[in-house]
C-alpha cells in the first residue's frame, strides 16, 4: 500500500496534535517537522518517533517526494513562501484548512480520551465483577457439594427409618402370638377351675392354682395390649418422622439440582464478564 507523504509546517501544539494524529494512521507517513525552535512540542514528538526535523522552510522548496505540506503556523508570510516554493504536484494545506483538521484532531483525541477512560472504567468494573463472580462460585460449590450431601442423608434416614417400622411391625407380630397365648392360658386355667369344682374338696388346691393362672393370662393379655397400644403410638410417630425425612429429602433433591443451575448460570456469567474485560482492554 502507497503512503502518502506528509511535512508538516509548525511545531506548536497544533503541528504536534496534527503529527501525534497522522503518526496513528498506517496510509500515512510523515516525512519532516519545520519549526524554527527545537524545543517545540511538535518537534519534541517528532524526534520521539523518529522523524527527522527541520528549522527551515527551505529544504522542502520543489520537493517532488511530498503530496501535502501541511502549514500550521497560521501566518499568512509562511503560507505565500511555502505556495512558491512547493512542487507542482504537492498540495498545500493553509492555515483555515489546518484550523479545520485541529480542530478534527482535538475531537478525535477528546473521544480517544473519552474511550481511554470508559474501557479503564469498564475494565474495572469487569474486575470487580469478575471478584464477585469468583466468590459466589465458590459459595456456590459449597453449597452444591451441602445440597447434595444432605440429599444423600435424608435416603439414609428415609432407609432407616423404613427399617424401623418393618421392625415395629414384626414386634407387633410377636405381641400378637402372645396374645393368643395368654388367651389359651386363660382357658386353660378357666377349664382347671371348672373340673376343680367338680372334685369338690380334692381339687381346692387345683382351684388356687387355676386361679392364679387366669390372673397370670390376664396380666398377661393386659401387658400384652398396653404394649401394642405404645407400640402403635410409636410407630405412628416414626411415620410422621419417615414422612418428614422424605419430604426434606425431596427439598434437598431439589435445591441440589436447583444449585447445580444456578452454578451454570454464573459459569456464563463469569464466560461474559471475561469477554467484558477482553472489550474494555481492545478499546484502550
Known sequence: MQKHRIAIVGGGAG?????????TL??????????????APGMVLARSLGIPTLTSI??????????????ATGRADVLARLEAMKHPATQLVGAQAAHVMMELVNAREQ?????????????NLAKQATQVSERITSAMETLQRTSADLAASG????????????????VEEVLGFLRQVANKTRMIGLNAAIEAAR??????GFAVVASEVRKLAQTSNESAENISKSLQQTLDSVKSILDGVVASSEVAESQATATAEIYGALQQLAD??????????QLR
Open 15 to 23: 503541528g504536534r496534535a496534527i503529527l501525534a494524529a497522522l503518526a
Open 26 to 39: 498506517k496510509a500515512v507517513q510523515v516525512v519532516n517537522v519545520v519549526d524554527l525552535r527545537t524545543d
Open 58 to 71: 527551505d529544504p522542502l522548496a520543489n520537493r517532488a517526494d511530498i503530496d501535502v505540506i501541511i502549514e
Open 111 to 123: 473521544v480517544n480520551v473519552a474511550l481511554t477512560t470508559r474501557a479503564s472504567d469498564v475494565e
Open 155 to 170: 435416603q439414609q434416614l428415609a432407609a432407616a427409618a423404613t427399617q424401623t417400622e418393618q421392625s415395629l411391625g414384626e
Open 199 to 204: 372334685v369338690g374338696e380334692q381339687g381346692q
Open 272 to 281: 461474559l464478564i471475561q469477554q467484558l474485560g477482553a472489550v474494555a482492554e
